[in-house]
């Protein structure tokens, strides 16, 4: 059975978003452990994380990715922004205890002025900071658009940044499908050429997660605006490929698509789940 699911709100706790994700189908689920903007995580309750447990094993939930703040910026020329982030990705890790095993994603960060090797040494630097020996959670680089100054927006960036960190069977890589698409990848028509080339310069044995999401611009635009699948210019035939490709038709799928409401997200993991009789 496919594993698949979307980006959920965390703000009702982690019982709550195992009740959502199951209501609509889902057998996973992303969700940010504090403001995507920044700032402080609520405190863990046991009694949310003893039911969610419960609940997940119900409902079949065996896997869950937590994506750290996007606004963290591990690379920044500023030490204070750098520090920062440093501090809550050590929380988030020690969070992530309470559900051992678990996957983390986070952006690579952006290097702004000072160039692209600096901001690779200076992320780098931040995991090997954060990660602990004795924990139990994969961090997961996230593949970007490439807008602005973002590092990882090709497969050697990440490739260098994989390479500097010292806890090895600590970290793999989050595909996002609108992201590769947005720089320069064209997974709608050459998803074997992307996967070679990721092959080449990552290993596919890293990649852990698929950010399954349509583009509203064409391939190489650098802009990041996620569409409902079949609703960009990625297509809905190129996402199922994807979902069924031998590759990674075994890794967990997370839809960060434009939905107001869970019935959207709903429509598209049926539509997904359709496809993986
Ligand atoms: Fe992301
Ligand atoms: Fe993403
Ligand atoms: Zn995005």
Known sequence: ????????????GYAQMARDAIAIGANTFQFFTRNPRGGAAKPIDPADIAAFHELAAEGGIERILCHA????????DDPAVRDFALA????DLQRMEYTP????????????K???ERGIELTAACINAALEPQQSTTLLLETLAGKGSEIGTNFLELAAIISRIELQDRVGVCLDSCHVWDAGYDIANELDRMLEDFDRCIGLSRLRAIHLNDSMNPCGSH?????RLGEGCIGLDA???????????????YLETPNKTLDGFAQEIALIRKEHP
Do not use: E, W
Not at 1 to 12: A, D, F, P, V, Y
Not at 70 to 76: D, F, K, Q
């Open 223 to 227: 802009k990041d605006r996620h569409a």
């Open 239 to 253: 996402l199922i490929r994807i979902t069924q490709h031998p590759a990674l038709r075994d890794l967990p799928f």
């Open 114 to 116: 000072q160039g692209v």
């Open 1 to 12: 059975m496919i594993t698949i699911g979307c980006h959920l709100s965390s703000s009702g």
């Open 101 to 112: 095993g678990q996957l983390y994603n986070m952006h690579p960060g952006m290097h702004k």
């Open 69 to 76: 703040s996007y606004t963290l910026n591990p690379a920044s």
């Open 88 to 91: 809550a990705l050590r929380d």
